[in-house]
């Protein structure tokens, strides 16, 4: 009995061993434009991992249709999303990237008796790039908006 105890420990820790080896830490920075950190967030996986932290925002529009001649008025909300997502498999070394954020600079002068007209937009902002995998080195990428992404991945 003692024996069978002892190799079941013995499996058991080589393949706790084993999947300890595939685990990967993803680290990220985001920066704006002006070079302020806008974000960091570092987190272990394995294999292939995914992430996100994505809040919705609702803004009270007044949507209008026309059939014909007859036109229809209905206030609602409109739901905007603000903050990030990604993917990442280590072992190719593919990171995906996504930026979601929210221009509502015209939103406080709209008039809600009158029909929305993009007074709130959504902005997304992604990026796809092979990462070299094992560097604790940032490596550098910039998004389409001009923000700034540095990507970490090693074990």
Known sequence: MKLLALVTASLLSASTYVNAMDNYTVTFKLYDKEKNEILTTSSLLADVGRGSNVNSMTYAITECSKTGEKETK??????????????VNPNSGAFEFVEYGIDDSKYNAYDKAICFNDEVKQLKSSITQKV???????????????????????N
């Open 132 to 154: 070299i995998v094992g560097k604790k080195e940032f490596q550098d990428f910039v998004l389409p908006n001009g923000n700034t992404l540095k990507v970490a991945i090693y």
């Open 74 to 87: 209905s206030f609602r909300g409109k739901k905007f999303l603000s903050g990030y997502s990604y993917s």
